[in-house]
């Protein structure tokens, strides 16, 4: 047994809405952020008049509008980046007014909003990097009988060192990403964009995990497992 990666705990069975990132709740809200509501007509070549379905935004075309719409609906900064295509780097430079908001960025942050508000999020496009984090993450989860959904779910954006569960989602994390960067080779600064922290960041979490084998030898253990598993050495 190891004690970094902590097994999950055994008598409670996960329910799959209460405890994963499918559990939002979310603020009613109007067509109209003005509080009326609106019809929009389109001439279709029949002549006739349709009800264009798509959202009013006229009240959410700022940064500061939009992050108020994020925290009524209760998601977290990288879903959000997440379901919008924006990366997380941009989105917090937005939020502290060091540069101007192209349209096309309000556009998807609303339409992301949207979406995740109707249950009905836009498909997330990983990058390779992204895609090869979150497939580490999920199996570690497995080794250590934790759900990964729940695991992947958990917003780092700032330290909640106090919850077991996010704590141990991210040493999670940090696993998958020396196994990439001492496996397969991968770019710290490429990871480090992939999750959005700095190369510096991504390079003391590798030098945390092998001073954590170093120590603890069922660690070392688990690690040359999961090593030998992401080369493809291993089924």
């Known amino acids: 047994m190891t004690s970094y990666l902590a097994p999950a705990p055994a008598p409670r069975q996960l329910d799959i809405i209460a405890d994963t990132a499918l559990n939002l709740t979310f603020a009613p809200r109007s067509t109209n952020r003005s509080g009326s509501s609106t019809k929009a007509l389109n001439s279709n070549r029949s002549g006739s008049s349709t009800v264009s379905s798509k959202p009013n935004h006229s009240g959410s075309s700022t940064i500061a509008a939009i992050d108020r719409r994020r925290k009524a609906a209760g998601v977290s900064h990288e879903k959000l980046c997440r379901a919008a295509d924006v990366h997380l780097g941009n989105w917090f430079c937005l939020l502290r007014g060091q540069h101007a908001p192209k349209q096309a960025t309000i556009d998807k942050l609303n339409d992301a909003l949207d979406a995740l508000a109707s249950g009905e999020a836009p498909a997330q496009k990983l990058s390779l990097c992204q895609?090869?984090?979150?497939?580490?993450?999920?199996?570690?989860?497995?080794?250590?009988?934790?759900?990964?959904?729940?695991?992947?779910?958990?917003?780092?954006?700032?330290?909640?060192?106090?919850?077991?569960?996010?704590l141990q989602a991210s040493r999670l994390r940090r696993c998958a990403v020396y196994l990439l960067v001492e496996g397969l080779q991968f770019g710290k600064a490429n990871?480090?964009?992939?999750?959005?922290?700095?190369?510096?960041?991504?390079?003391?979490?590798?030098?945390?995990?092998?001073?954590?084998?170093?120590?603890?030898?069922?660690?070392?253990?688990?690690?040359?497992?999961?090593?030998?598993?992401?080369?493809?050495?291993?089924?």
């Open 191 to 235: 990871i480090g964009r992939a999750i959005g922290v700095s190369r510096q960041a991504v390079h003391k979490s590798v030098a945390a995990i092998e001073a954590e084998r170093d120590k603890d030898a069922g660690f070392d253990v688990l690690m040359s497992s999961m090593m030998l598993q992401v080369k493809g050495k291993r089924l």
């Open 131 to 166: 895609a090869y984090l979150r497939s580490v993450t999920v199996q570690l989860a497995i080794q250590r009988g934790w759900d990964p959904e729940l695991m992947l779910s958990q917003d780092f954006t700032s330290e909640n060192t106090n919850d077991p569960v996010w």
